[in-house]
């Protein structure tokens, strides 16, 4: 059974940085594309950005030149990078992994930006 954990969420200030990791476990034989998705409240979720397994990058146009997604295949592990934090980015941020069968999804990390 694979299983996604992330983790790094937490209470920023404006401007600040932050890195987010997700680490697949379990049966995973080979390598998926992965992504990491946001929800705020009241809001639909949202791509902010996924990767292929040959490290093409996709990013949400709300985040373009401020986050950074970038994996370690031996690790199956899948990192965001986020810096020029805003108010806006507030959210759970949940990470997943496309399957050949089925997409899974992480639980979330709660990402907080003050003013």
């Known amino acids: 059974q694979v299983q996604l954990a992330e983790s790094g969420g937490g209470l920023v200030q404006s401007g600040e940085s932050l890195r987010l990791s997700c680490a697949a476990s379990?049966?995973?034989?080979?390598?998926?594309?992965m992504g990491w998705y946001r929800q705020a409240p009241g809001k639909e979720r949202e791509l902010v950005a996924d990767?292929?397994?040959?490290?093409?990058?996709n990013y949400g146009d709300s985040v373009k030149g401020r986050f950074t997604i970038s994996r370690v295949n031996a690790k199956n592990t899948v990192y965001l990078q986020l810096n020029s934090l805003k108010p806006e980015d507030t959210a759970v941020y949940y990470c997943?992994?496309?399957?050949?069968?089925?997409?899974?999804w992480g639980q979330g990390t709660q990402v907080t930006v003050s003013s």
């Open positions: 997943n992994i496309r399957l050949r069968a089925r997409t899974l």
């Open positions: 379990g049966s995973i034989f080979g390598i998926y594309p």
């Open positions: 990767i292929t397994s040959g490290g093409s990058t």
